[in-house]
């Protein structure tokens, strides 16, 4: 599989465009610290609908808990994430 790490990046950072305007506007806030949005990010089926690679969110998800994490940390590098 092409570098892994390189499409999950891509897969969350599609994921938050879609949902993160929403979770933003809910939370009434301009912006959430990374932790919040690698949460939301990993949230029910949010890759695998917004991710737009299947594959790669698939073998992502079979991963232990702390390697997901690792992924996503090396993914959102910014300290905050916002509109």
Do not use: N
Not at 1 to 16: F, G, I, N, S
Not at 40 to 60: H, I, P
């Amino acid at each position: 599989m092409e570098d892994l790490q390189k499409r999950v990046t891509r897969a969350a950072d599609l994921t938050w465009q879609a949902i993160g305007d929403d979770i933003l506007t809910v939370a009434e806030v301009r912006s959430l610290p990374k932790e919040d949005v690698i949460e939301a990010v990993l949230d029910c089926d949010y890759m695998e609908r917004y991710g737009e690679d299947k594959e790669a969110v698939a073998a992502f998800r079979k991963l232990p808990a702390d390697e997901q994490l690792d992924m996503l940390h090396k993914a959102f590098r910014c300290k905050h994430y916002g509109f």
